[in-house]
């Protein structure tokens, strides 16, 4: 069975304290990983999508990499601003980019 | 318009009256997605749309749920006889011709709460 698992369910940093969220998968012919941003009331937003191991993407203090097992999500000296759920998505060999399947994401709390 | 537009943002309704959701899509965007998120879990897909058409409605829990798209453009994703069990965010996403893997666009979905 297709499955997205994310770790840790929550996270407090402190401004400036660097630390990256976890994303195992089996997701069976893996099309694509995706990570989305979502904040409280509001749908998520795309950030990445990564195809193959290796593969890095960077946006401003988030950089995204993939191995054949897990994708993180670093943040670089965070900012409150960054204080969101982060979501991560499979996108299977079957359904393919259509039907993702998701993590229930991270909560990550960055304080002043 | 310019983002995904979702209505109503809240309802409540009583344990088996019916209820219907509407989302309006970017203009332009073929593909529409519909997505369910329930407290502590992930988002679940229920159906996918290109124009019109759905080829793939395998996410829809159970007969009460069906969702239809008119041209092109607006859908509804309508719920019969709720259940407890259908409270959730549900949320409606669209693709540009890009194609999906370059992202969808989320509306903000609709809370239900069934009581």
């Known amino acids: 069975e297709d499955q997205v698992t994310q770790s840790p369910e929550a996270l407090r940093l402190q401004e400036g304290e660097s630390s990256s969220l976890n994303c195992s998968y089996t997701?069976?012919?893996?099309?694509?990983l995706f990570w989305y941003r979502q904040d409280p009331g509001k749908g998520p937003e795309f950030l990445f999508t990564?195809?193959?191991a290796g593969e890095e993407k960077e946006k401003e203090r988030l950089k995204a990499t993939l191995t054949k097992k897990e994708s993180f999500l670093h943040i670089t000296a965070p900012k409150p601003e960054d204080s969101a759920t982060y979501l991560c998505?499979?996108?299977?060999?079957?359904?393919?980019?259509?039907?993702?399947?998701f993590g229930a994401g991270t909560r990550l709390a960055v304080h002043p | 318009g310019a983002g995904v537009s979702q209505s109503p943002s809240n309802k409540v309704t009583e344990k088996g009256k019916d209820v219907e959701l509407r989302c309006d899509p970017i203009s332009g965007h073929t593909a529409l997605y519909w997505y369910r998120q329930s407290l502590g879990q992930g988002l679940e897909f229920l159906i996918y749309?290109?124009?019109?058409?759905?080829?793939?409605k395998s996410g829809l829990p159970s007969d009460r749920f069906s969702a239809e798209r008119t041209g092109g453009s607006v859908s509804t994703l309508t719920i019969q006889r709720t259940q407890q069990e259908d409270s959730a965010v549900y949320l409606c996403a669209s693709s540009s011709a890009l194609g999906p893997n370059y992202g969808y666009t989320f509306g903000s979905g609709t809370r239900l709460t069934v009581v």
């Open positions: 997701v069976s012919g893996l099309r694509g």
């Open positions: 998505a499979g996108a299977p060999f079957s359904g393919g980019y259509n039907k993702l399947i």
């Open positions: 749309f290109q124009g019109n058409s759905a080829p793939d």
């Open positions: 990564l195809y193959s």
